[in-house]
């Protein structure tokens, strides 16, 4: 199944885009788009300890399900204000 | 103009003021807060900020604060605008104003939702400076963080 990825500040800098399409095998969870994509980008993987995930907009977690078509989101730490 | 904002556009404190104080004319406080670019960080110079925003989650996490500062101060009305993209030195990235009956809570409401804002709210700053840029990564975002919600509380009312 197809989902989309969102990836921003350094973690878009260091995957050279912000929002990329991946295929992965269901039933699948936030995890399983993470190491996907950390298997083929390791630059990312530093960022595991510190990030945060969101589904659709709303922050979730690594263990969430993921389904078709979802927005799966990886967000380094936060420096807004 | 609403309550929450992530714009692009430059921002501007009395039409917040506006927004939130509203026509009751039941209020005897309203205090404000503006964050703005500043031209130096951690020994750098700073020549000007971008700001990054995954902005449907920034509008709902900025919602929740405001839902959060309304159940610790019954009495108060916050509003809160963030800006995104390039910023010059001096200009304003985020105004606040709280609104209410006493003078306490209106402080501490605007100090809340400035200190959540740093904790949970998905908007990066990228730091151009003299030599070079870097991503400023503060805190890792997790609204159901009990003793981070609380350590903002405590600087609230401190």
């Given amino acids: 199944m197809r989902v989309t990825v969102r ?4 973690l878009r800098d260091l995957a050279g885009s912000g929002e990329l399409v991946r295929e992965v095998a269901p039933p699948a969870t936030v995890e399983t788009v993470w190491r996907s994509l950390v298997a083929d980008m390791p630059a990312l993987g530093d960022y595991e300890r510190t990030m945060s995930v969101a589904v659709n907009a709303d922050y979730s977690k690594m263990s969430s399900r993921v389904n078709e078509g979802d927005e799966v989101a990886f967000l380094p730490p936060v420096s807004g204000g | 103009m609403a309550a929450v904002a992530v714009t692009s556009a430059p921002l501007h404190l009395q039409p917040l003021i506006d927004e939130i104080v ?9 205090t404000s807060f503006i964050g703005t670019v ?14 990054e925003a995954y902005e449907p989650l920034a509008v709902r996490a900025l919602q929740r604060i405001l839902d959060e500062a309304l159940q610790a101060w019954s009495d108060t009305r916050v509003g809160v605008h963030h800006r995104t993209g390039r910023l010059e030195l001096g200009e304003a990235s985020i105004v606040i104003v709280a609104v209410s009956p006493h003078r306490a809570h209106a402080f ?6 400035i200190e959540r804002v740093k904790q949970i709210v998905p908007i990066w700053k990228h730091e151009h400076f003299e030599g070079g840029d870097i991503w400023i990564e503060g805190a890792t975002a997790d609204p159901d963080d009990e003793a981070a919600r609380e350590n903002a509380h405590r600087i609230a009312c401190a």
């Avoid at chain 1, 990836?7 to 350094?10: G, I, P, Q, T, V």
């Avoid at chain 2, 500043?38 to 700001?51: A, K």
């Avoid at chain 2, 501490?108 to 939702?113: D, E, I, N, Q």
């Fill in chain 1, 7 to 10: 990836l921003f500040a350094r």
């Fill in chain 2, 22 to 30: 509203g026509s009751s004319g039941a209020d005897g406080a309203v």
């Fill in chain 2, 38 to 51: 500043r031209n130096h960080n951690q020994g750098r110079t700073v020549s000007f900020l971008e700001y």
């Fill in chain 2, 108 to 113: 501490a409401a605007c100090r809340y939702t």
